[in-house]
């Protein structure tokens, strides 16, 4: 399918944003894990005698980090998936995925109605069996 005129300039302002938020993860991921005496996860057993709250602590920490290194690998996918001629088409039905949805959320890879539908079947919702309508796609629930 040839690439439409306006994927070029969609392009470019992707690849911008989808590297200025690279820029920030890392910048966010390096600051929860500089500390003193090098790079590592922050312990918070020095700022309270209570275990529950240390734990707390450690546990939100850890998943700080896990958020940060999870956001990086979808910008990395997303970029390279960018690269692709057909980066605007949903994987799972093969139509358009609008401009404005991929401006807004640059790591989409589903058309609104198929992640919908993906979040649906994900989340193993009753719900699942309702039909999941946008402008362009008609789809069941899987």
Same mark, same amino acid.
């Given at each position: 399918?040839?690439?439409?005129?306006t +994927?070029?300039p969609l392009?470019?302002?992707l690849?911008?944003r989808l590297q200025? /938020?690279?820029r920030?993860? @890392? *910048? !966010?991921?390096?600051a929860d894990?500089?500390h003193?005496?090098?790079?590592?996860?922050?312990?918070? +057993?020095?700022?309270?005698?209570?275990?529950?709250?240390v %734990?707390?602590?450690?546990?939100?920490?850890?998943?700080h980090?896990?958020?940060?290194?999870?956001?990086l690998?979808e910008?990395d996918? !997303? @970029?390279a998936?960018?690269? %692709?001629?057909?980066?605007?088409?949903?994987?799972a039905?093969?139509?358009?995925?609008?401009?404005?949805?991929?401006?807004?959320q640059p790591t989409? *890879?589903?058309?609104v109605?198929?992640q %919908? /539908?993906?979040?649906?079947h994900?989340?193993?919702s009753s719900a699942a069996?309702?039909?999941?309508?946008?402008?362009?796609?008609?789809?069941?629930?899987p």
């Amino acid at each position: 399918m040839p690439e439409a005129k306006t +994927s070029q300039p969609l392009r470019e302002q992707l690849r911008a944003r989808l590297q200025q /938020a690279r820029r920030a993860h @890392l *910048v !966010a991921l390096g600051a929860d894990l500089q500390h003193e005496d090098g790079l590592h996860l922050p312990n918070y +057993s020095d700022t309270t005698d209570d275990d529950a709250s240390v %734990q707390t602590l450690n546990d939100t920490a850890r998943a700080h980090v896990l958020h940060e290194q999870l956001s990086l690998s979808e910008i990395d996918a !997303a @970029l390279a998936h960018l690269e %692709q001629p057909d980066f605007d088409r949903c994987v799972a039905c093969g139509e358009s995925i609008s401009p404005d949805r991929l401006l807004a959320q640059p790591t989409a *890879v589903r058309c609104v109605g198929c992640q %919908q /539908a993906a979040e649906v079947h994900a989340a193993g919702s009753s719900a699942a069996s309702m039909p999941i309508i946008t402008s362009h796609c008609t789809r069941e629930a899987p």
